[in-house]
Nanobody, 127 residues
Framework: DVQLQASGGGLVQAGGSLRLACTSSGFTFEDYSIGWFRQAPGKEREGVSCISDSDGSTYYADSVKGRFTISSDGAKNTVYLQMNSLKPEDTAVYYC????????????????????WGQGTLVTVSS
């Protein structure tokens, strides 16, 4: 059974940083593409950043480009989302998910191809 867990959220002032971690039990990350998604109150879930298992391609939503960085540590079986220069509009519950079928490019991270969603972690950015 594939299970994911997102952690690292918290309360931070605008301009601050947080690093989220996505860990797993039951499978090896290197075989899966991993995506970070977020859902703000009253809004639909959106893709934030994804990393491909096959060639390491990464995707970033326009709203986070230049501020967020996704990375993978195979030894720790963990995918990180480093979030810098945080803005109040980044406030959301952040989720990670895995996929064996998603094709990740710099402009594409198909949310519908992701499954094995973990519990989210809340990020709150105060102004």
């Amino acid at each position: 059974d594939v299970q994911l867990q997102a952690s690292g959220g918290g309360l931070v002032q605008a301009g601050g940083s947080l690093r989220l971690a996505c860990t797993s039990s039951g499978f090896t990350f290197e075989d899966y593409s991993i995506g970070w998604f977020r859902q703000a109150p009253g809004k639909e879930r959106e893709g934030v950043s994804c990393i491909s298992d096959s060639d390491g391609s990464t995707y970033y939503a326009d709203s986070v480009k230049g501020r967020f960085t996704i990375s993978s540590d195979g030894a720790k079986n963990t995918v990180y989302l480093q979030m810098n220069s945080l803005k109040p509009e980044d406030t959301a519950v952040y989720y990670c998910a895995a996929s064996l079928i998603a094709t990740i490019t710099t402009t594409r991270c198909p949310q519908d191809d992701f499954y094995s969603w973990g519990q989210g972690t809340l990020v709150t950015v105060s102004s």
